[in-house]
Nanobody
Framework: QVQLVESGGGLVQAGGSLRLSCAAS????????MGWFRQAPGKEREFVAT????????YYADSAKGRFTIFRDNAKNTMYLQMNSLKPEDTAVYYC?????????????????WGQGTQVTVSS
């Protein structure tokens, strides 16, 4: 079993930055693909970014390209999402997820483990 805990959310003005962290316990993450998803009120959970266990393969949603950066530190069992140039439409609960796989999943259904989420609110 893998336990994931997100942190780093908060309230920020449009144009600001936040760095989310996802800390894992229970298993080493070195063989897990990991991803970030978000869910706004009344909307379905949507893909944000994903990273392979090696950190070599990365995919972003179009909404995240050029503004968000996903990266991981396997030695610290932690994954991160650096979010810059935040917009009000980025407001959502952000979740991290993990799966033991050599591929890089981009849909929520492909992930086995989830954190509890961290709220990100961007004011205009």
């Amino acid at each position: 079993q893998v336990q994931l805990v997100e942190s780093g959310g908060g309230l920020v003005q449009a144009g600001g930055s936040l760095r989310l962290s996802c800390a894992a316990s229970g298993r080493t993450l070195s063989r897990y693909a990991m991803g970030w998803f978000r869910q706004a009120p009344g909307k379905e959970r949507e893909f944000v970014a994903t990273i392979s266990w090696s950190g070599i393969t990365i995919y972003y949603a179009d909404s995240a390209k050029g503004r968000f950066t996903i990266f991981r530190d396997n030695a610290k069992n932690t994954m991160y999402l650096q979010m810059n140039s935040l917009k009000p439409e980025d407001t959502a609960v952000y979740y991290c997820a993990a799966r033991t796989t050599n591929v890089v999943p981009t849909t929520a259904a492909e992930y086995d483990y989830w954190g509890q989420g961290t709220q990100v609110t961007v004011s205009s």
